[in-house]
């Protein structure tokens, strides 16, 4: 070991004067100094993957393994005997002993072809994908709308971006605080403005429906500044002289718009989106500080609510946290491939 | 808003408009001018009539003189489309600024109101009662949450700026077989579902461990700030890492050659040279996950019982004024407005570092 070897010399002439821990210290110093640039890399690298392996690696394993387990509500050992799949059959056939189902669909012969046992909104896999589809294009919008002004030249533009990121800065739970003293009948006019249009009912926060809409109206609120800082940058990095070019050359505005921007800012836009789709998948501490979970189920309110409501159903839990894992995972795959294709095509 | 009035110079740019209509360009110098007619547009020219006419006298369009005022506004727009856009311009500015800031208007108008009347408050509060930001800190040891917060978010904060430095550095200067697909398991990681991590944590966090029972009493991690600094770190660390990333890799390679010669040592030599060379990006990187952290609800709200003494962060605090007989909506709305400061302040003074921050982390991911 030539590291070794090295280190003694160095003992050796550091001399006598030198205490145990310096003589350490200096054989570390030595060892780091001699490794390759990839072995170094790796040693650098060593703290940032303990802590993933042990946040996320080894949760998700475990997640896994206990999803494959029986629940046992009773006694000291929250799991029961090795069950295979059944979990997972349970939950996608909607028999899962959870309070609210992760879907329950069944096939029919009559023209929809689906028949949903219980109301939609009562199902967390399709609240939680309407929510984060809805949501993520709302924000788009917004938030190309919000770049656009950012973009401009104007007086006191530094104050009108601090005002339009302030609401992605705020605390989810103030945020969920904020709306829901708003639609609170008692207190916000909300509610009162909702029912004067004739679109919410008496008490919109224990209603599925409208307490959808509150969600999706405060997530929006929040986040829709993220898209814009995304898609300015975007902008920005768009070349001024085409816009001239295309103007001489008789452009229409929405042209400009259709053929210079959205295709400069695709690559930061799918980005955006891609980053925004992923956080509303996880809602969750918004649903709980609004309406709550019995009333809007997300994909993470099922997990929790199988692990702390009422009854233990630690293998069931384990099999949601698990299916969402994998939803997410197929969102991911899909983007990716929609992105590959962004890139390698005509800009 | 006061910013945004435009300068009172309706004559001078009067006097330019007519050559505006051909050097319209997105022109910092032009900004008065564009103000001025912007102003004009969206009440259809109708207050500002004067103005219109020498407009309209001085470039000679006499034909419009027998229109009425919105439709010399119409015939105007069509000409000179840049007019139309500065006034969509404005609707919009003033649109997203009433909306972002006026939840927090009314909730501030919520707090001041007494209890028991906060029914239909919109602009003004129902009387006026300050002392419910006292109030709060009487009914629950809300500054021991807040505390408590801010605990968290320094200790994940050192802790993810710390570990994502070496990994930043690794990723931004050296090369090494299995790199990108290294920095690709990292993004992914940040794209899970804490749900999908919580199950096995919390049993973890619940099991005790002999080795911390001198620091945690009963040898377990919950109830303790690391329940919530661990998950946290590991979180929100991918952004950190791409922020590192990126700013590492721009110091030029020389200087740290030349720290080398110098005798430092390969880890002096990111401690002394890399990151404050790069402490701009370390900030940012900074500031984003103090933020982060701050905001987090799931964790956060789980892994403790609740309790102040047990490290609540401060989100406990806001949802603990919801008793279970009586509803102190006061005390929320304060509470929420004194949990916003925080993050206010550090967007108000750190604000070029967030978009920097946010933008150059997400697009290099």
């Keep these: ?347 | 808003m006061t910013n945004e009035t435009p300068p009172d110079d309706r004559h001078g740019a009067g006097e330019r408009t007519p050559s505006d209509g051909e050097t319209e360009t997105v022109d910092a110098d032009d900004v008065p001018a564009h103000w001025t007619r912007a102003r004009r547009m969206p009440d259809g020219g109708r207050t500002e009539d004067r103005g219109h006419d020498t407009l309209l006298g001085e470039s000679g369009d006499d034909a419009e003189l027998d229109r009425g005022p919105f439709e010399r506004w119409v015939a105007n727009a069509i000409k000179n489309p840049e007019r139309a856009y500065r006034a969509m311009f404005y609707t919009a500015t003033v649109f997203f600024l009433v909306t972002t800031l006026f939840p927090f208007y009314w909730l501030l108008m919520v707090a001041l109101t007494p209890e028991g009347q906060q029914q239909d408050i919109i602009l003004t509060p129902n009387g006026f009662n300050p002392s419910a930001f006292i109030e709060v800190f009487q009914v629950l040891p809300f500054h021991w949450y807040v505390f408590n917060s801010f605990v968290i978010a320094t200790a994940s904060t050192i802790v993810v700026l710390i570990i994502a430095s070496l990994a930043g550095y690794a990723f931004g200067r050296l090369e090494f077989p299995g790199k990108v697909p290294m920095m690709m398991l990292v993004l992914v990681i940040s794209f899970f579902p804490p749900a999908a991590f919580f199950i096995p944590l919390n049993d973890l966090f619940n099991t005790s461990f002999f080795a911390l029972e001198p620091i945690t009493g009963d040898g377990t991690l919950y109830n303790t700030p690391g329940a919530m600094v661990l998950p946290l770190s590991a979180i929100f660390m991918p952004l950190a890492i791409f922020i590192l990333t990126t700013f590492y890799s721009q110091i030029p390679e020389g200087l740290e050659d030349a720290a080398r010669v110098e005798g430092t040592t390969r880890l002096g030599a990111l401690f002394r040279v890399i990151i404050p060379l790069s402490a701009p990006g370390v900030a940012t990187a900074g500031v984003l996950t103090f933020i982060a952290v701050y905001n987090e609800f799931f964790f956060s709200f789980l892994m403790t019982d609740g309790q102040p003494e047990n490290w609540a962060p401060i989100l406990e605090g806001i949802l603990g004024y919801q008793g279970q007989y009586e509803v102190m909506y006061h005390l929320m709305a304060a509470s929420s407005i004194i949990g916003v400061i925080p993050v206010a302040i550090l967007v108000i003074v750190a604000q070029e570092k967030i978009v920097s921050g946010l933008t150059a982390g997400a697009l290099k991911e």
């Design chain 1, 1 to 347: 070991m030539a590291t070794d070897t090295d280190s003694d010399r160095d003992t050796l002439i550091g001399g006598d004067g030198e205490t145990e821990r310096d003589r350490t210290g200096n054989a570390v110093v030595n060892w780091m100094e001699n490794l390759s640039e990839a072995a170094y890399a790796y040693l650098l690298l060593v703290p940032a993957f303990l802590l993933l392996a042990l946040i996320a690696f080894y949760p998700l394993v475990m997640t896994f393994v206990m999803s494959l387990r029986e629940d046992q509500t009773r006694g000291g050992e929250p799991l029961g005997a090795f069950t295979g799949i059944d979990n997972y059959v349970d939950i996608l056939t909607g028999n899962a002993r959870l309070a609210r189902q992760f879907m329950d669909v069944t096939l029919s012969t009559s023209f929809p072809f689906l028949e949903f046992g219980v109301p939609i909104l009562q199902q967390a896999l399709f609240v939680t994908l309407g929510f984060a589809v809805i949501s993520v294009f709302f924000e788009t919008v917004i938030g190309f709308g919000q770049a656009y002004v950012l973009d401009q030249e104007f007086r006191g533009r530094r104050w009108v971006r601090v005002a339009i990121i302030l609401p992605w800065a705020v605390p989810i739970v103030i945020q969920g605080m904020l709306f829901f003293l708003l639609f609170q009948p008692e207190v916000g006019f909300g509610s009162d403005v909702m029912q004067w249009l004739g679109l919410f009912g008496p008490n919109p926060l224990a209603d599925s429906q409208d307490s959808f809409v509150i969600i999706l109206v405060a997530d929006i609120w929040k986040s829709a500044a993220f898209m814009a800082l995304l898609i300015l940058a975007g902008l920005q990095s768009v070349d001024r002289s085409l816009y001239d070019v295309a103007r001489v050359a008789g452009a229409s505005p929405w042209q400009r718009f259709k053929r210079i921007t959205l295709p400069l800012v695709m690559p930061a836009l799918l980005v955006a989106m891609l980053f925004r789709t992923m956080d509303a998948m996880r809602v969750y501490g918004l649903i709980e500080s609004t309406a709550g979970c019995t009333t809007v189920p997300s994909l993470t309110c099922l997990v929790v609510e199988a692990m702390f409501g009422g009854t233990r159903i630690y293998g069931t839990a384990a099999a949601v946290a698990f299916m969402t894992a994998l939803v997410i995972g197929l969102i991911i795959s899909v983007y990716v491939f929609f992105f590959r294709d962004t890139e390698g095509g005509p800009y």
